[in-house]
């Protein structure tokens, strides 16, 4: 009996020796490629290593703790077969310290010395005060001092104790800024040391080999806490000339890993958005019939809300260079996607900023005409009107503009648009002045019958001050009726273009240097006398 324990005990050392060498642990691995999404990334990995003959599990450690289980896949070449993958989170080995925090931390223990150093010097500026103290009697009980003597000692006194003094009082100065500055510096290790000191994950790849072999392995996984937004600069220098389009992304990740000179591939695709077809169910309508529940009542909105209803599944300004980054830029159109690889290396810090890449530069052709709405903004603005953009693989984002070598302000590019023309704001005009009154001579309120008729004109006027024609578009608008009682009708326009639907006027003028353009708006509204029209 004994002896069977003893080759069982035997036989389970074995066994964990024959198991421990079977791991193989893998840290510092070296990142080849990063496909970056609208929202999320995928890392790829470079491994090279050797598995020796058997079955050998490689420990792939210090990866990031926001891993997607489902997403890893394990390519590569070598004689060996491949037996499963999976990951886990590691909280005994955390994220490494990154350069910021080291600083910092480096940065506190100088000041904790300074500390030190200044409460030693106050401490021995202290103990010289108490030993002049002590010794400020002088001579014995029945000896005098002379009279010189007596003048020395006390100006010696006097200046020693001021000047003790004074460096007291600036080591407590300097003492209090040193606390402070102590105090910021401390609370942004603790900031910095909860983001950093977080959980890593380890991928596991168990591995049979017939006998010991050279492997070439590619690991890739899909990570959050990364992403990329749009980003343009709009560049006109001035009418004649085409638009320069900066195409550019601002990348930001906190993935716990830091992106040293990696191949960048920015994705228009978001692997986390639910790529299902949602499905319809059946839209019920039914009349509104209160139900009491007790002595509680369902109110008229609720009940309504019960019986019809319908369900769904839950779902800067820079220089231009001369070799502009974009022309390392290739395109590759996918069947859903649309990827831009980048050939030069960028680093990406996991600290959640964004950083720019440029990723193209387009010269697109131009119309420019002014526009303007004068019942809500007297100004002119100047739209450079661009078709052909539907090519060109354009999200929608935040726009720089700059007009005449100057930055005239921010813009948003919106390419949901059907339209075939996308216009782009260059901005204010101050020398094209507008004026939209309205002529109360010809304005009036009458009451007919049951009912009263206002009419309402406006005149509206455009007058160039620049020393070129300009070609503007004026838009104004008529009141849209919803109700049968209210009536509007169109009673001068003054050749404008009119949109029932939507009561809009379109004037397009063309207006020579120095000249001014006028247009009338005049319109009437009836509806009975003994009502309120709401917004008239």
């Known amino acids: 009996m004994i002896m069977k324990r003893i080759f069982l005990l035997f036989f389970l050392f074995l066994s964990i020796i024959s198991y421990s060498q079977t791991v193989k642990t893998i840290s510092n691995t070296d990142i080849k490629e990063v496909k970056v999404y609208l929202t999320g990334a995928q890392i790829v990995r470079e491994i090279k290593t050797s598995v020796d003959a058997g079955t050998m599990q490689l420990s792939i450690e210090g990866l990031s703790e926001h891993i997607n289980a489902g997403s890893i896949t394990v390519t590569g070449t070598g004689d060996a077969t491949l037996l499963s993958v999976v990951s886990q989170l590691d909280y005994l ?48 009980a029945n000896v005098g001092v002379d009279k010189d003597n007596l003048k020395e000692i006390a100006d010696f006194y006097r200046e020693r104790m001021i000047e003790l003094k004074i460096k007291l009082l600036d080591n407590k100065t300097e003492l209090k800024k040193i606390g402070e500055h102590i105090k910021k510096v401390s609370q942004q290790i603790s900031t910095l040391s909860a983001q950093e000191n977080k959980p890593t994950s380890t991928i596991l790849v168990t591995l049979d080999s017939k006998q010991k072999t050279n492997l070439s392995l590619e690991v890739s996984y899909i990570v959050s806490n990364a992403g990329w937004t749009p980003l343009y600069d709009v560049r006109a220098v001035d009418v004649n000339s085409n638009v320069q389009l900066g195409y550019k992304a601002n990348v930001f990740q906190s993935t716990g890993e830091e992106w040293k000179n990696v191949k960048l591939k920015l994705s ?47 779902t800067q300004t820079r220089e231009e260079l001369v070799n502009p980054v974009s022309s390392y830029v290739s395109v590759e159109q996918n069947q859903l996607t649309t990827d831009f690889n980048i050939a030069i290396p960028y680093s990406i810090p996991s600290d959640g900023k964004k950083y720019l890449v440029d990723v193209q530069t387009f010269s697109l052709p131009a119309i420019y005409v002014y526009s303007a709405v004068p019942k809500l903004d007297r100004d002119a603005f100047l739209l450079a009107r661009i078709t052909g953009w539907d090519d060109l693989n354009l999200l929608s984002g935040e726009a720089n503009i700059y007009f005449e070598g100057s930055f005239v302000g921010n813009s948003v590019i919106d390419t949901r648009s059907t339209k075939d023309t996308l216009d782009i704001s260059l901005g204010r005009d101050k020398r094209i002045v507008i004026t939209r009154e309205k002529r109360k001579d010809v304005s009036s ?89 709401e917004g008239l």
């Open 445 to 533: 309120t009458k009451f007919i019958g049951n009912n009263t008729v206002k009419e309402l004109n406006y005149l509206l006027t455009v007058r160039n001050g620049k020393k070129d024609p300009i070609k503007i578009i004026i838009e104004d608008q008529l009141p849209v009726s919803k109700n049968t009682d209210i009536e509007v009708k169109t009673i001068d326009i003054d050749g404008g273009e009119y949109f029932s639907e939507t009561g809009k006027v379109k004037w397009t003028l063309n207006i020579a240097p120095g000249n001014t353009a006028s247009k009338k708006l005049n319109f009437s509204v009836k509806y009975p006398k003994n009502k309120i029209v």
């Open 93 to 140: 080995n955390s994220t490494k310290k990154s350069p910021q925090l080291k600083m910092l931390q480096d940065s506190l223990d100088e000041l904790n010395h300074s500390l030190v150093k200044i409460n030693d010097l106050s401490s021995i500026f202290n103990g010289e005060i108490d030993m002049l103290n002590a010794n400020k009697s002088i001579g014995g």
């Open 268 to 314: 228009t695709g978001n692997p986390t958005q639910n790529g299902v077809k949602p499905t319809l169910v059946p839209w019920y309508l039914n009349f509104y019939q209160p139900r009491a529940y007790g002595s509680y009542k369902l109110d008229k909105n609720a009940a309504i809300q019960n019986n019809l209803s319908m369900e769904a599944p839950s």
